[in-house]
């Protein structure tokens, strides 16, 4: 939106100069409007959680408020710009006399931001009929103040430092997974393969958040295991299984310079040329897919090679008893002195200093409503790691949430509280990524224009960079 509407020059071509009048004072009383409630909404998200349903309806109608006013400034300035390509044009078709037409034009351009540019009847009516709206809203509001029985607090966040991550598993960073990978790595070369069946598959399974993707990555990684295999391909599947999809992947990654290929037949007779008679290990990565010809028509091609074997992670038994030709790995949750291993690295940098031992008692009392889940303990922890207040971390402690969603799983308070506690352009750029397909590819230039293009990039003196790179931070 441009901020300044009204230091254009707003003038009703009508024959009444009281309605020229008005509609200039629409405008103004429109932007007034829509400035407060802004001012409001961000207020209001960014220093309380708002349980009260009533509470949440009232913004949620003045956000709309916001919204249709936006609109009608935005018609207004493109009424602006209609009117300057017009008068452009009339100019320019009126002229005789290249001197005349030189003349003219310098006149258009010299008056171009005083054109007279008419507020029309509908854009009035509608800016007094927002208005009108927004007063019925806010009648009972009490000038859009919140009280403590609205809602609590949140605690300020303020992101002190940007950490950058990588694709590849970082090890310093596993904590209590030693044991799981030895185990899995011996049962995953100590055969399974038949003389008529190249291919064995090993599948982890475990709930959301339990580290079967780590896991797989240390495997994966161990210089025992690569050395095992002349090709290694990994592919994150989620729950759409689609094989051509899957297959390209794998050419991808076993073939420096990819020509693209379209057709599953294609594809899959090009994976055939480049595994035959070769061994290989392939990791398939968060697997929902439990039908049988889906999973039949993938593995043909893989007949090829010598040596197959895949890793499959999952957290559906179903899917596990489908593709299993080993028993299944059955991951569990980290014990209690690996759960304050993992915590302390994240929320402590790895060390505790005399002056944080309360700050170490009430950690403690987080990690055990974690229940042993990594990705739960990771999320809290890095989210209190710049946090030296003792009552801010006992806000964490003893959350609400704990009790709503203990019956469902850990994980899901842990990432509410991480949301909750996140500054409120962050969160409005998070939720602005449910736009994108799961597991699609974002590209950095790709995210920037979206949240620019929505408004969402804070003009506080930060690059776009700089965004991209805190996001990440608290993610």
């Not at 297959?247 to 037949?265: K, M, Y």
């Amino acid at each position: 939106m441009t901020p300044s509407i009204l230091s254009m020059s707003v003038r009703a071509s009508t024959s009444s100069p009281r309605a020229a009048v008005q509609g200039q004072e629409d405008l103004r009383k429109l932007e007034r409007t829509m400035n407060r409630i802004n001012a409001a909404l961000h207020d209001a998200e960014d220093r309380w959680d708002i349980r009260d349903k009533v509470t949440k309806l009232w913004f949620r109608e003045l956000r709309q408020v916001a919204y249709d006013a936006q609109d009608v400034v935005e018609e207004y300035e493109y009424d602006v710009a209609r009117g300057r390509v017009h008068a452009l044009d009339r100019t320019l078709g009126a002229t005789s006399g290249h001197k005349r037409k030189r003349q003219e034009i310098c006149t258009v351009h010299n008056n171009s931001g005083t054109a007279a540019v008419p507020v029309s009847h509908d854009l009035s009516a509608r800016a007094r009929q927002i208005r009108e709206t927004f007063d019925e809203i806010i009648k009972d509001f009490d000038d859009l103040r919140l009280f403590d029985n609205d809602g609590e607090r949140r605690v300020d966040t303020d992101i002190h430092r940007v950490r950058h991550t990588s694709s590849f598993v970082f090890e310093p960073s596993i904590v209590g997974r030693e044991y799981d990978r030895q185990n899995v790595v011996e049962m995953l070369l100590s055969g399974g393969t038949t003389d008529t069946n190249p291919i064995s598959v090993l599948p982890i399974v475990g709930m959301g958040g339990i580290g079967k993707t780590t896991l797989a990555q240390l495997v994966y990684n161990d210089p025992k295991v690569y050395q095992s295999f002349e090709e290694h391909a990994w592919v994150c599947v989620s729950d759409h299984f689609d094989i051509e999809n899957i297959t390209s992947n794998i050419l991808t990654s076993l073939v420096e310079e990819w020509s693209d290929i379209t057709g599953s037949a294609n594809l899959q007779s090009a994976l055939i040329n480049k595994i035959k008679s070769k061994s290989i290990l392939l990791v398939l990565d968060d697997v929902w897919n439990d039908r049988l010809d889906c999973w039949q028509s993938f593995c043909s091609p893989m007949l090829a090679a010598s040596v197959c074997k895949i890793i499959v992670t999952t957290r559906h038994e179903n899917v596990a008893r489908l593709v299993q030709t080993m028993p299944a790995y059955y991951l569990t949750c980290l014990s209690s002195d690996n759960s304050w291993l993992l915590f302390r690295q994240f929320a402590f940098e790895g060390q505790e200093n005399t002056h944080q031992q309360d700050l170490v008692t009430i950690g403690k009392k987080v990690v055990d409503k974690c229940k042993g889940l990594p990705l739960a303990i990771r999320t809290l922890g890095s989210m209190l790691r710049c946090e030296t207040n003792e009552e801010k971390w006992s806000e964490i402690s003893e959350n609400e949430l704990w009790d709503i969603e203990q019956a469902k799983s850990s994980i899901m308070p842990a990432l509410k509280l991480s949301f909750n506690h996140m500054p409120v352009y962050l969160k409005r750029c998070f939720i602005s990524l449910s736009l994108f397909p799961k597991e699609y590819a974002l590209r950095k230039d790709e995210v920037i224009s979206l949240w620019r293009s929505l408004g969402l990039l804070q003009s506080d003196g930060r690059n776009d960079e700089d965004h991209i790179g805190i996001f990440i931070s608290v993610n």
